[in-house]
């Protein structure tokens, strides 16, 4: 049987927001829907393996799609003044301020702050990955980790 890994699943949502979150905003500049464009004629001339170019366009295709579930995710997590997620993840992932900024923000020492910033990224796990599934994305991102336990 399969159970979260709740330790390796903080650390890929970590990462997700640290690293992949603005390499998808690079990638699809942040603010553009590629689904209505056609690139069945696109040529580039650099290239000779036009499945490379297929390829990296079904990645922009599959970030844009990950990238339009975040902020829903996001504002979907808890909101309460003892669960402050959705306020933690804002603050520390998207508006980038330190932790001890955040931790100030909210009125809560470092400590506990830790605390509820890996509650709200397990859960934030959990709301992404069922926003895409809500979304109908093709190609989804699962940010949790998981071991085998008997």
């Not at 804002?90 to 605390?115: C, M, P």
Request: contains cysteine; hydrophobic residues 40%; positive net charge.
């Amino acid at each position: 049987m399969l159970e979260i890994d709740e330790k390796a699943t903080i650390k890929n949502a970590v990462k997700f927001f640290e690293k992949d979150l603005e390499r998808y905003e690079t990638m699809c500049a942040g603010r553009y829907d590629v689904h209505g464009l056609n690139y069945e004629n696109v040529k580039v001339n650099n290239s000779t393996n036009t499945s490379a170019v297929a390829n990296r366009y079904n990645l922009i295709i599959a970030y844009n799609d990950r990238l339009a579930c975040v902020k829903s995710a996001i504002n979907n997590c808890t909101s309460r003044q003892e669960k402050p997620y959705k306020l933690i993840l804002e603050l520390k992932y998207l508006k980038h301020l330190s932790s001890w900024d955040v931790a100030n923000r909210i009125g809560y020492g470092h400590t506990q702050f830790n605390k509820l910033r890996k509650q709200a990224l397990l859960q934030f796990a959990d709301v992404f990955l069922m926003e895409q599934l809500k979304q109908g994305v093709k190609d989804i991102l699962d940010l949790h980790a998981y071991v085998e336990v008997e």
